[in-house]
Nanobody, 114 residues
Framework: QVQLVESGGGLVHPGDSLRLSCAVS????????LAWYRQAPGEERELVGF????????ISKRDAKDRFTISSDNAQQILYLQINPLKPEDSAVYYC???????WGQGTQVTVSS
């Protein structure tokens, strides 16, 4: 059974840096494409970016390419999303996803506020 467990969210200030983690089990991590999505209140869930089995990461949000970094630790089977610097509009629930499947984590809340 595939499980995705996000962590690392919280209340942070504008300009801060944050790294979210997604612990993956039940699949061979290095053969998978994994993605980060986010959903703000009242908004649809949107793709932030993904990393493929070869380790190449793509940030899908055009206005976030210079602030978001996706990486992974294949040995530990952990997916990461680094956000630096954070902006109030980054406040959302962030989800890990086995890309283009219905397998999701439970999400981790990020709130950016002064």
């Amino acid at each position: 059974q595939v499980q995705l467990v996000e962590s690392g969210g919280g209340l942070v200030h504008p300009g801060d840096s944050l790294r979210l983690s997604c612990a993956v089990s039940g699949l061979v991590f290095r053969f998978s494409t994994l993605a980060w999505y986010r959903q703000a209140p009242g908004e649809e869930r949107e793709l932030v970016g993904f990393i493929n089995s070869g380790g190449a990461a793509t940030i899908s949000k055009r206005d976030a390419k210079d602030r978001f970094t996706i990486s992974s630790d294949n040995a530990q089977q952990i997916l990461y999303l680094q956000i630096n610097p954070l902006k109030p509009e980054d406040s959302a629930v962030y989800y890990c996803n086995l890309y283009k499947t219905t397998i999701w984590g439970q999400g981790t809340q990020v709130t950016v506020s002064s």
